[in-house]
């Protein structure tokens, strides 16, 4: 099988060796966005539904990229330095998805890249 490497100018470039998300067939793995500004590289900052905002615009980009949209999303991980700010990344998370939603683990972590309060990777299954 085929694997097709995707890159969006408009999601921040990968700052490690990794892809910004891969292609299989139908199904898309993206890998995780934290709050980065993709022309600058540098961390948006702001309350958490700000940063929610730039992870998932990011995550829209690089879904873009692969021939699909947001709502082809069936499986999100969402990563966690405070679990207290769980609501408000479903508050966000609301603005960018409909029912039914995606599956979804959200996990609290000790500490992500480049001190990034959030990051959320997703796997698309692509309908073309």
């Known amino acids: 099988m085929n694997k097709h490497y995707i ?6 470039q990968a700052i490690g060796p ?10 898309v ?3 995780g ?3 980065l500004d993709s022309a600058t590289l540098e961390l948006v900052t702001g309350d958490m539904a700000m940063q929610a905002r730039r992870v998932f615009d990011n995550l829209q980009a690089v879904a873009g990229a692969s ?3 947001l709502s082809d999303a069936v499986k999100l991980t969402i990563y966690l330095t405070d679990l207290s700010q769980f609501a408000i990344v479903n508050q ?4 960018y998805f409909t029912a039914p939603y995606p599956a979804r683990a959200t996990l609290g ?5 480049k001190g990034a ?3 959320v990777e997703a796997i698309l299954i692509l309908s073309d």
């Open 7 to 12: 890159y969006s100018t408009d999601a921040p």
């Open 18 to 27: 990794y892809s910004q998300a891969v292609r299989v067939g139908q199904h």
């Open 29 to 31: 793995y993206l890998s």
């Open 33 to 35: 966005q934290i709050p």
């Open 67 to 69: 021939g699909g949209n």
């Open 92 to 95: 966000v998370m609301e603005e």
């Open 109 to 113: 972590v000790a500490a992500l890249p």
């Open 117 to 119: 309060a959030i990051e």
